[in-house]
Structure formats: C-alpha cells, structure tokens
C-alpha cells in the first residue's frame, strides 16, 4: 500500500525558488506528488552567517520504502548540482523526509520522523498547510500542535500562494 510521505526542501544559492521548483517536481520520481505547500522565504538556523532559505514542503504517495525514497532524494540533490559541504551550510538544495505515514525508522542513515523537525518553523509552517492533522508518531502531537508549542524565534514569511494544496 502507498504510504504519503512529506519532504522538505530547502534551498540558499542561485535561483532558490526555481531550485525547490524543479526539487519537488523531481520527486515525481518517487511516486504521485499530491501537494506542494507555499514557498517560504526563512532565517538560516544554526550557521547564520550564510543567505536566506527558500522552504517547502511537498506530499509524496509512494510505494517505495523510505531507503528507496531517500535515495531518489540524494538523487534529486545531486541533479540539481548540490556540492556536499559542511553540515548546516549553504546549499543548492537540500531534501529531508519528515514524515514517512505514520512509521518510524531509526538506521545509520535514516531517521524519521526528522529528528528537528518538531523544533524548526520553517518545517512546521509549511507542512501545516499540507498536513494541519497529521501526527508525529514519536511525540504523538499533531502538526498543528507542535507548530502551537513551538518556540523557534527564526523568521518564516510565506510568499504567496506559490504552491498548490491537495
Ligand atoms: P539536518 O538533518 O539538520 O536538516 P542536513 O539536512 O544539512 O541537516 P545533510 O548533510 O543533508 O544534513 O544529511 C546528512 C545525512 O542525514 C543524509 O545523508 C542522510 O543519510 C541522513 N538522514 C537521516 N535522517 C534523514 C531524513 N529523515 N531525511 C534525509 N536524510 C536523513
Ligand atoms: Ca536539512
Ligand atoms: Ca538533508
């Protein structure tokens, strides 16, 4: 059975907003896209010596396993010209799978749910519009109370309707 999975895309060099364009359209690669959120345009977290971000999120159904899924995501990252540099750094595009269903998975490679995702707005913002009920099945909140319960004091400033909800 197809899972919906949520991905996050980021990017800070070049034309960023095209960059999380052709990202999520990319991931079509990975099965139905059935949402891309609203762009955003948000403070670096961490290293904050570096240029804005352009945020989003996209709902992917898939039928691959989140292994699979993750390499279609480093696949896309390296299309799109992604030099792996320093953790936090600067990048042409970076894609994080948030949520996989309701699964959990925990290896060398992966963990999901994202293990700051509950901590950053620049996630929470956008998968808010896509996914308001969705629950985190590790803190067993919903998207929309882990967005209330939020203190992340990083701007996020949404663009517009740039994306398309289901
Ligand atoms: P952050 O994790 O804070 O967002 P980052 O995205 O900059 O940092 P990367 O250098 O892009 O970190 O990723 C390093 C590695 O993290 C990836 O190669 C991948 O193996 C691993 N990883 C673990 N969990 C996930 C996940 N849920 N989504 C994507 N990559 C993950
Ligand atoms: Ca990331
Ligand atoms: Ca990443």
Same mark, same amino acid.
């Given at each position: 059975?197809?899972?919906?999975?949520?991905?996050?895309?980021?990017?800070?060099?070049?034309?960023?907003?095209?960059?999380?364009?052709?990202?999520?359209?990319?991931?079509?690669?990975?099965?139905?896209?059935?949402?891309?959120?609203?762009?955003?345009?948000?403070?670096?977290?961490?290293?904050?010596?570096?240029?804005?971000?352009?945020?989003?999120?996209?709902?992917?159904?898939?039928?691959?396993?989140?292994?699979?899924?993750?390499?279609?995501?480093?696949?896309?990252?390296?299309?799109?010209?992604?030099?792996?540099?320093?953790?936090?750094?600067?990048?042409?595009?970076?894609?994080?799978?948030?949520?996989?269903?309701?699964?959990?998975?925990?290896?060398?490679?992966?963990?999901?749910?994202?293990?700051?995702?509950?901590? #950053? %707005?620049? =996630?929470? +913002?956008? !998968?808010? *519009? @896509?996914?308001?009920?969705?629950?985190?099945?590790? $803190? #067993? %909140?919903? =998207?929309? +109370?882990? !967005?209330? *319960? @939020?203190?992340?004091?990083?701007?996020?400033?949404? $663009?517009?309707?740039?994306?398309?909800?289901?």
């Amino acid at each position: 059975m197809p899972v919906i999975a949520y991905i996050g895309l980021g990017s800070n060099v070049g034309d960023r907003e095209g960059n999380v364009r052709r990202a999520a359209a990319f991931l079509a690669g990975a099965g139905r896209v059935a949402g891309l959120s609203s762009l955003y345009a948000t403070e670096p977290v961490g290293n904050r010596e570096q240029p804005g971000f352009i945020n989003a999120v996209a709902a992917v159904e898939t039928s691959l396993d989140p292994g699979e899924l993750l390499a279609v995501c480093r696949s896309i990252e390296r299309e799109l010209g992604r030099e792996r540099t320093v953790r936090w750094g600067p990048r042409t595009i970076d894609l994080d799978i948030l949520l996989y269903g309701d699964r959990t998975v925990s290896t060398d490679e992966l963990t999901i749910p994202h293990p700051l995702m509950a901590g #950053r %707005r620049f =996630v929470l +913002e956008p !998968l808010a *519009e @896509l996914a308001p009920g969705a629950v985190h099945p590790v $803190l #067993r %909140r919903t =998207v929309v +109370e882990l !967005l209330r *319960e @939020l203190q992340d004091p990083h701007a996020v400033v949404r $663009l517009g309707t740039a994306g398309t909800t289901p």
